[in-house]
């Protein structure tokens, strides 16, 4: 089991350089868990893609129910205590707090390529690209 953060997700469905790292992971783990905030986020790119004119609506909603198809069961709420030590001790946002909460409260890495993250919680975190490169050299 992994934790992963929104972009992680959004690189299953819309094409980017990171893509073929997300898919990667999502075979050698496919076992995934996100705080249910991820929702908002995912929302919010395609959004974005919508009204950049990438999307049309109907494409957006079948991407966002594949999503959720894929996230069934592993949307979990993490301590609010948590989220609340970590924006403490950081400069991120709480809602980038969350995915690093969830991933401490179950002892899981949380697979980000958000640069933020990865250099504010290092034992935490791990990168997508090497998370991806790590599992096909059977080191993760």
Same mark, same amino acid.
């Given at each position: 089991?992994? &934790? *992963?953060? &929104?972009?992680?997700?959004?690189?299953?469905? #819309?094409?980017?350089?990171? &893509?073929?790292?997300?898919? !990667? &992971?999502? @075979?050698?783990?496919?076992?995934?868990?996100?705080?249910?905030?991820?929702?908002?986020?995912?929302?919010?790119?395609? =959004?974005?893609?919508?009204?950049?004119?990438?999307?049309?609506? /109907?494409? %957006? %909603?079948?991407?966002?129910? !594949?999503?959720? !198809?894929?996230?069934?069961?592993?949307?979990? $709420?993490?301590?609010? @205590?948590?989220?609340? $030590?970590?924006?403490? +001790?950081?400069?991120? =946002?709480?809602?980038?707090?969350?995915? *690093?909460?969830?991933?401490? /409260?179950?002892?899981?890495?949380? *697979?980000?390529?958000?640069? @933020? #993250?990865? +250099?504010?919680?290092?034992?935490?975190?791990?990168?997508?690209? @090497?998370? %991806? $490169?790590? $599992?096909?050299?059977? %080191?993760?």
């Amino acid at each position: 089991m992994i &934790t *992963v953060d &929104t972009n992680v997700l959004a690189y299953l469905w #819309l094409p980017g350089d990171l &893509t073929p790292f997300s898919i !990667q &992971t999502l @075979k050698k783990n496919p076992v995934w868990i996100a705080p249910i905030l991820w929702r908002s986020e995912f929302r919010n790119i395609l =959004t974005r893609y919508y009204r950049s004119g990438y999307l049309s609506l /109907d494409i %957006a %909603a079948d991407i966002m129910k !594949q999503a959720e !198809q894929l996230m069934k069961g592993a949307e979990i $709420q993490p301590s609010s @205590k948590t989220v609340l $030590q970590l924006i403490a +001790s950081s400069n991120l =946002t709480p809602y980038d707090c969350e995915f *690093v909460a969830l991933a401490m /409260d179950f002892h899981t890495p949380l *697979v980000t390529s958000d640069k @933020k #993250l990865l +250099s504010a919680f290092p034992d935490i975190t791990i990168s997508l690209r @090497k998370y %991806a $490169q790590d $599992q096909v050299l059977g %080191a993760g």
